[in-house]
């Protein structure tokens, strides 16, 4: 794990202070995601990525059967059922087209 | 493959402890199973339910199918001497450009939470402050690293647009497809134009 630092500079984060204190308001970014924030980017980073999917299928025998083409519509189905199945789990809306 | 090398930086900097009136170390890292705990134990409880589920349901379900591409950032920043955290943020590193010149890469935020009690209405008064604008630096620097020149979007809720432009963000105006929020964008790297 790398360590660095950065904005230790101390005149720009008093600066820095400053407009926090001048704005006189919440600083946040995006839709208020309330109680649910945690959860959400919880979700949001584990999900299973396309890639790692697509380069397990393909070191795996399925790589030698199947074109590349195919295997990126095998990952894509894969990975809308996985989605499907963790919204049923947590009671969450699941999309029509999922 | 995907990119395995995604920031595992813990990269140190301050946040401003109002009870003292001291700058104190603070570290971000990748958002994690503690940063979700901290979430559960010291937010949630602290959290005004003044989002309708409903609302934030349809919201979630209208952004909710993405293939993922190793292309979300997620990041905690704790102060080091409790180790709690003290601000969220998540990232979008390779799906957006700039709204100046769409031929750039941006980083967009996503999402950016300070905790509860770091925020301007909480009582008592705010124990943290640079939290916020410690992440949207942080934001930028990732932008600068992925060779983006620094520039960072975002959209802010109505009562969060004057820190922005404070920040000399560039205002690009409400986005009907973000909910009518305005969409910020620090164009120019170091936010200083």
Redo the contacts between chains.
Sequence with gaps: ????????D?AE?LR??Q????????????????????????E??N??????LK?ILTDSKVGNVLSSEEIDEVT?KI??KI?ASR?ELKN??I?K?? | MGDRRKYMALVKTKIFRVADQVFVPAEISKFSQKSLDDFETFWRSRIQPDLQDEIYWNWLNKNRLYISRDNYEAYAIENESERITQGMMLIETQNHRSKVDQRKRIVYVETLETAPWNRQNSEPAPQFKRVGTALLRFAQRRSQELGYDGIVGLHSLPESEIFYRNQNMMDCGQDPAKENLTYFEWYKSGGKS
């Design positions: 794990m790398i360590t660095d630092e950065f904005d230790i101390e984060m820095d202070v407009i926090e204190d001048e704005s006189g308001c919440n600083i946040s970014a995006g839709i208020n995601h309330g109680a649910n924030l945690g959860n959400y980017l919880f949001k980073i999900i299973i990525s396309y890639d790692e380069e894509a990975q809308e989605l919204l969450y809306p999309p087209s999922a």
